[in-house]
């Protein structure tokens, strides 16, 4: 049991640090990678990986038609609008800002369970997603986003809060249309059906001819791919298997501050009184939405 536990929290630490880095990865990428190719790249061989790991382990292939289809529309949704908006914008958003951006995601969920479920949102909630977008809102302004400000950044700004929304209902419909596929393979094949389709479309829109390879670009994809979407994937896994899930949404409020601090050490990102204000805004925010009064719940 003691070991079980140490396990969980190692692979915990793997969330919490990984994904944080992504950011990171995903921008240093990018300088000489195109954002459809570089995210269908990314997917497709972790789809790969992780197909090949679920067959080991004995999982069936789904091959029922409406299991297929939400596999499709989760795979599309998930990697084609969620996971490939972050990438297209930070070709021009630094990567600290990009976390600080996607941190608001909890908030979009919350909105979504109140339209989809009819969950019912409570004064706490409400005011929680009231601040954490007044902290977005911050970021989204010249002294919020310092020398980075420019219209490209404001269109990436947007651009990321779609991807989040996408990201949400496609994790919604996952949760409630996909609960017969074992997880493992259901990722799997989310990857595999995303990270070919946006990749096909990176071919017809002429990437290939923009596509190129370096040292540096060529390490932020193994790592991506290695580390952010198989490791990271396969730890969460683990550490939701057997932590609390309470405990374990704490990654959601670290990955962050570890891409705010690596973009800032490596990439030399500037940050700014503002910026670092609407960090703390956003994240007290979530904070606020994630633990409601028990009278509200």
């Known amino acids: 049991m003691a070991r079980t536990n140490t396990l969980a929290y190692a692979a915990f630490a793997v969330v919490c640090i990984v994904w944080g880095t992504t950011y990171l990865a995903i921008r240093v990428a990018v300088r000489t990678m195109t954002p459809l190719?570089?995210?269908g790249a990314r997917f497709t061989v972790a789809g790969i990986i992780l197909f090949t790991i679920a067959r080991f382990r004995?999982?069936?292939v789904p091959r029922m038609r409406r299991p297929i289809i939400e596999l499709t529309v989760a795979g599309v949704l998930l990697v084609c609008i969620g996971n490939c908006a972050v990438v297209w914008a930070e070709q021009w958003v630094p990567s600290?800002?990009?976390a600080l951006f996607v941190a608001s995601s909890p908030l979009w969920m919350a909105m979504m369970e109140r339209v989809l479920n009819g969950e019912r949102v409570g004064i706490r909630r409400a005011l929680g997603?009231?601040?954490?977008?007044?902290?977005?809102a911050m970021l989204v302004t010249p002294g919020g986003a310092g020398g980075a400000f420019d219209a490209h950044f404001v269109i990436g700004a947007i651009v990321i809060?779609?991807?989040?929304?996408?990201w949400n209902y496609g994790t919604?419909?996952?949760?409630?249309?996909?609960e017969d596929v074992p997880p493992l393979m259901s990722s799997a094949m989310q990857m595999l059906i995303g990270g070919i389709a946006i990749g096909l479309l990176g071919f017809a829109a002429g990437e290939a001819a923009h596509f190129r390879f370096t040292f540096q670009t060529t390490m932020a994809l193994a790592y991506l791919t290695l580390l952010g979407s198989v490791v990271a994937y396969t730890s969460f896994l683990y550490a939701l298997r057997h932590m609390r899930t309470t405990n374990l949404s704490l990654y959601a409020y670290i990955n962050p501050v570890v891409a705010v601090i690596l973009g800032w050490?490596?990439?030399?990102?500037?940050?700014?009184?503002?910026?670092?204000l609407a960090m703390?805004?956003?994240?007290?925010?979530?904070?606020?939405?994630?633990?409601r009064k028990v009278s509200e719940a």
């Open 37 to 39: 190719l570089l995210t």
């Open 129 to 136: 997603m009231l601040v954490g977008f007044v902290g977005v």
């Open 280 to 291: 703390v805004i956003i994240l007290f925010g979530v904070a606020m939405v994630q633990t």
């Open 58 to 60: 004995g999982d069936a």
């Open 172 to 178: 919604w419909r996952a949760k409630y249309f996909l």
């Open 96 to 98: 600290g800002y990009a």
């Open 265 to 276: 050490l490596i990439l030399h990102e500037q940050l700014t009184w503002v910026s670092v």
């Open 161 to 166: 809060q779609i991807g989040s929304i996408a």
